[in-house]
């Protein structure tokens, strides 16, 4: 197999070699950068401590437990459908405008919303 590989490598073209180790070698970059970003992204979650729904600060936190429905209505997420404990979304629309100065971009809010309805704890 390997030797059929080297015969194939031997008879390319100049620029078809080229070509294909281009774009070989931007996709090695490709993948250490995206492998790079999902280990920063495991390490984030691995180093996130664990709290008590009471004591939980802002921000990333991790919590542990079982969370139960409000005995009342169900809550079901609005983009997903599932049913859930509580929800956030916002909705945004990438606005461009042209102008020979240069392109601004931004986001303008559409809709967003949550869940009216929390668990105590």
């Known amino acids: 197999m390997l ?3 080297a015969v194939n490598v031997r008879g390319m073209e100049s620029g078809s070699f080229w070509i294909v ?3 070989l070698i931007a996709a090695t970059i490709f993948l250490f950068f995206y492998i790079w970003r999902s280990l920063h992204r495991a390490r984030v979650i691995e180093d996130t401590p664990t709290a008590k729904i009471r004591s ?3 921000g990333y936190v991790e919590l542990e437990g079982e969370g139960e429905l409000i005995a009342t209505l169900p809550i079901t997420a ?3 459908h599932y049913q ?8 945004e629309r990438k606005e ?6 240069g ?6 809010k559409v809709h967003d919303g949550s ?3 929390r668990a105590t704890a």
């Open 3 to 5: 030797e059929s590989l």
């Open 21 to 23: 180790t281009l774009l």
């Open 56 to 58: 939980a600060h802002q």
């Open 78 to 80: 609005p983009l997903s």
């Open 84 to 91: 859930c404990l509580w929800y956030r979304f916002v909705v």
């Open 96 to 101: 461009t405008r042209y102008s020979s100065k």
């Open 103 to 108: 392109n601004q971009t931004h986001w303008r």
């Open 115 to 117: 869940c009216d309805r």
